[in-house]
């Protein structure tokens, strides 16, 4: 389930299971909207894309500024395809489009308002959570790597650390690469199974090329960490199937812009 929302030509994506708490702002951006041309039209808010940096930067603004959100209460991740996140707080803000404190950080996560929280994808999956009761808030860049480790898992053990029921948890999960374009070669398929046996439910061959459902498989590992899948909310659309709306790295052979995941705590 998902919802397009239409601010002049800036189009977003929400989701319905975060729309009754109205001190939650959440988004994930597409590519409509700025001012970048080419492969990266129109609003790639990625730096090291290629596109250029004068525009990458309009773009970014452009988010913020049809969020309501200030540039100074950014904490971005540092996505190197891991399973490692970070707790941040206002100490980290202010590094909107700079290198953060950190790197190797495919997730952050806090209990702090006015703390925005952004991820970078292109047919990875942004995994979004809030925890109404605890008020905690959480954001992964979960590619295949990360979705094999149980990026999504980790993150509701940290939040059930700081004291969350895992059960009182909500998440969606993003646009991203839907089980049909999700295509890896014998050695990949190897790799996820022997992470997890269960993982094999989730896959499908198709001659010599197996496909997963890493929708399914982020939405297994939250229930295994105590999630109640009926709190997840899967978008159901395909980055690559619908580059109209998104930018998609196997959809454009590696040369595309980013989108942004985006929650924040008012």
């Known amino acids: 389930m998902y919802k397009l929302n239409r601010i002049e030509d800036f189009v977003y994506v929400t989701f319905p299971i975060f729309d009754e708490y109205h001190d939650l702002l959440h988004c994930f951006t597409t590519r409509k909207g700025g001012v970048s041309k080419g492969p990266y039209e129109s609003l790639n808010i990625g730096f090291g894309t290629g596109d250029d940096e004068e525009n990458i930067r309009r773009n970014n603004l452009i988010v913020f500024d049809k969020l309501g959100i200030s540039i100074e209460d950014v904490v971005e991740t540092d996505q190197t395809h891991t399973n490692n996140i970070k707790y941040v707080d206002e100490t ?49 860049h979960a590619g295949w790597r990360g979705t094999m ?42 790799m996820f199974i022997a992470t997890d046996i269960r993982y094999k439910d989730f896959m499908v061959t198709r001659g010599n090329k197996y496909h997963f459902d890493l929708w399914e498989i982020n939405k297994y590992n939250m229930t295994k960490a105590g999630m109640d899948e009926n709190n997840i909310e899967l978008a159901g659309l395909c980055t690559k199937c619908r580059n109209d709306l998104f930018f998609s ?18």
């Open 92 to 140: 980290y803000k202010g590094r909107a489009m700079k290198d953060p404190k950190y790197t190797d950080i495919d997730g952050i996560y806090t209990d702090k308002k006015n703390v925005a929280l952004m991820s970078f994808h292109a047919d990875c999956n942004a995994v979004f959570f809030y925890d109404p009761v605890k008020k905690l808030i959480g954001l992964s």
């Open 249 to 266: 790295h196997r959809g454009q052979k590696g040369i595309r812009g980013l989108m942004a995941g985006i929650i924040m705590m008012k």
């Open 149 to 190: 480790t149980d990026i999504a898992g980790k993150m509701v053990r940290a939040l059930t650390e700081m004291g969350s029921n895992p059960s009182h948890l909500k998440a969606a999960i993003s646009p991203s690469l839907c089980q049909d374009c999700f295509e890896v070669d014998k050695d990949v398929a190897d």
